[in-house]
């Protein structure tokens, strides 16, 4: 198993710029497919975002189309993600997440938490109004 460590959450005033890290150690970290999910207090965990082995696809809710970016580097065992014109909905806790799972099409969502096998410990976001 991949080990995956958050960084980057905070406070930002609503329509800021926040950019979140997850590093990772352990398995090759090219073999993964990499997401982003979110939590807010008193809510299901909830897909974001993720990307390809390669990097080479992305998929995103559409509660963050257009406003985030997941990108990787497998240089530096690293995914991120850019989030701009931040809103208080956007407050939860972030976790990035690995899975081995295979995408049979670039179009496959890959959303359900299921699929992945690896999870960091969260880092937290808060939008101010």
């Known amino acids: 198993q991949v080990q995956l460590v958050e960084s980057g959450g905070g406070l930002v005033q609503a329509g800021g710029p926040l950019r979140l890290s997850c590093a990772a150690s352990g398995r090759t970290f090219s073999t993964y497919l990499l997401a982003w999910f979110r939590q807010a207090p008193g809510k299901e965990r909830e897909f974001a975002a993720r990307i390809t082995q390669n990097g080479g696809s992305t998929y995103y809710a559409a509660s963050v189309k257009d406003r985030f970016t997941i990108s990787r580097d497998n240089a530096k065992n690293t995914v991120y993600l850019q989030m701009n014109s931040l809103k208080p909905e956007d407050t939860a806790v972030y976790y990035c997440?690995?899975?081995?799972?295979?995408?049979?099409?670039?179009?496959?969502?890959?959303?359900?938490?299921?699929?992945?096998?690896?999870w960091g410990q969260g880092t937290q976001v808060t939008v101010s109004s």
């Open positions: 997440a690995g899975s081995l799972y295979t995408l049979l099409g670039s179009s496959t969502s890959a959303a359900h938490p299921t699929l992945y096998t690896s």
